[in-house]
């Protein structure tokens, strides 16, 4: 039994996604989330990971970054 291989997006709706403005606010949360990721970590001496790095900023951060961003 083979399996068919796996059916890829047009290029066109590739495009369209990544210049949508959700894809754009995506890319710019998981860019502080990273960077949170890095400083806790720094700060702790260790990689605290991206799963907590996320929960974290979500609790501490994303609000007042999205308010911020509204206001841009």
Same mark, same amino acid.
């Given at each position: 039994? #083979?399996?068919a291989p +796996?059916? #890829? =997006? +047009? &290029?066109?709706? *590739?495009?369209?996604? !990544? !210049?949508?403005?959700?894809y754009q606010e995506f890319? &710019? %949360?998981? %860019? =502080?989330?990273?960077k /949170?990721?890095?400083?806790e970590? %720094?700060r702790?001496g260790?990689?605290i990971g991206? =799963?907590?790095?996320?929960?974290?900023?979500?609790?501490? /951060? *994303?609000?007042?970054w999205?308010?911020t *961003? *509204? !206001?841009?």
């Open positions: 039994m #083979t399996q +796996p059916k #890829t =997006e +047009p &290029a066109q709706s *590739r495009e369209f996604v !990544k !210049k949508s403005s959700l890319l &710019a %949360e998981r %860019e =502080e989330i990273l /949170h990721k890095w400083l970590s %720094e702790l260790y990689d991206f =799963e907590r790095a996320l929960l974290d900023w979500i609790r501490k /951060h *994303r609000e007042s999205r308010a *961003r *509204r !206001k841009s």
